[in-house]
């Protein structure tokens, strides 16, 4: 599996391309530099190639971008339940769209079935329910290679998502990112900033330290 970070610039979270048997995008940006991320998707493959798109979470700067994407991509777009109403809505508030001065475009989205795992032909990710940055938050992970896209729920360097938008909830947060830790993560691609390959475990871990000094105020 070989993995290229097609987003990041600006206020856009990182978008992920899955170079798998069954390609999947992870996250759409805000939409705002979508000539740049289709460009560079182009450079790895044709786009009628990629089917399927996961939406990590509701915020603006994750799905902002998914009705224009649409427009380039033959695929399926997928999201939690509890994050689905404000992406089919185009809610500006929920998904923080108004707080960068900007519009939520309304798109059609498909559940997600955290039941089964996601099939990219060769590689079967794992679908886990890491609420508490907001309340559909999804991560994914393969078994395999040890690979985990966490969205925002942990970053590299001991960085977290924050807790203090709409639906965020601290203690929830807080034990989405202990339950990561029960994972054997090698390479870790958060919602934002730069990768870890190799010492996945390593970011996880500090991840979790930089939370605990909370959990007495928090708690």
């Not at 089964?116 to 609420?131: A, E, R, W």
């Amino acid at each position: 599996m070989k993995v290229h970070n097609v987003g990041g610039r600006g206020f856009d979270s990182n978008m992920y391309l899955l170079e798998t048997e069954k390609p999947i995008l992870i996250d759409t940006g805000t939409g705002e530099n979508l000539g740049d991320s289709v460009a560079k998707i182009e450079k790895v493959m044709k786009l009628d190639k990629i089917k399927t798109i996961i939406l990590t979470h509701r915020h603006y700067d994750h799905t902002g971008g998914a009705a224009d994407i649409l427009e380039h991509l033959d695929a399926e777009m997928y999201i939690h339940k509890a994050d689905s109403e404000a992406v089919i809505k185009g809610d500006g508030a929920i998904t923080g769209a108004h707080m960068l001065g900007r519009e939520q475009k309304a798109v059609d989205v498909k559940i997600l079935n955290l039941d089964n795992p996601l099939d990219c032909g060769d590689v079967q990710f794992k679908l886990y329910h890491t609420p508490g940055h907001s309340p559909g938050c999804v991560s994914l992970y393969d078994e395999e290679s040890k690979t985990l896209f966490p969205g925002d729920v942990v970053f590299t360097d001991g960085g977290v998502g924050r807790w203090d938008l709409a639906g965020g909830d601290f203690p929830t947060h807080f034990k989405s990112i202990k339950f990561l830790t029960t994972l054997d993560v090698v390479n870790l691609y958060p919602g934002h900033g730069p990768f870890s390959e190799g010492k996945g475990n390593n970011h996880v871990q500090a991840a979790l330290k930089s939370v605990e000094m909370y959990k007495k105020f928090e708690l």
